[in-house]
């Protein structure tokens, strides 16, 4: 999954999609305060060696987080983040409304 600031759009990762190579290719484009989140090591590796960018940012800000989200991430004990197949819904949930609402959003099925 990545979300651009940068160029405004969610790149939402379905399953069996090429959805990895789809996020590599992705995260040429991607700036210092776009969200990549992680795909498996060999393909982290093949992200390196091309020298686009890796994960970052996958951490969901405090603030963003609901009295439940907040209760569920203290049982956890370790903070939600967005994760590879990051439903649009969860996506929704923590990424603010005016960017929700502007950014392109895309998928491949």
Same mark, same amino acid.
């Given at each position: 999954m990545i979300i651009s600031h940068k160029h405004r759009f969610v790149f939402i990762k379905t399953r069996k999609t090429a959805g990895t190579s789809m996020e590599i290719a992705l995260s040429k484009y991607c700036g210092p305060?776009?969200? %990549?989140?992680? %795909? !498996?090591? $060999?393909d982290e590796s093949t992200r390196r060696s091309l020298g686009y960018r890796?994960?970052? $940012?996958?951490? %969901?800000?405090?603030?963003?987080?609901? /009295?439940k989200a907040f209760l569920k991430a203290a049982y956890r004990r /370790? /903070?939600? +983040? #967005?994760? $590879?197949? !990051? +439903?649009?819904? #969860? %996506?929704m949930k923590y990424l603010d409304?005016?960017?929700w609402n502007s950014y392109f959003k895309f998928c491949f099925e």
């Open positions: 305060d776009d969200i %990549i989140t992680p %795909i !498996s090591p $060999n890796g994960p970052q $940012n996958c951490e %969901i800000p405090l603030s963003s987080y609901s /009295r /370790r /903070r939600l +983040s #967005f994760r $590879n197949h !990051s +439903s649009a819904a #969860f %996506i409304d005016e960017k």
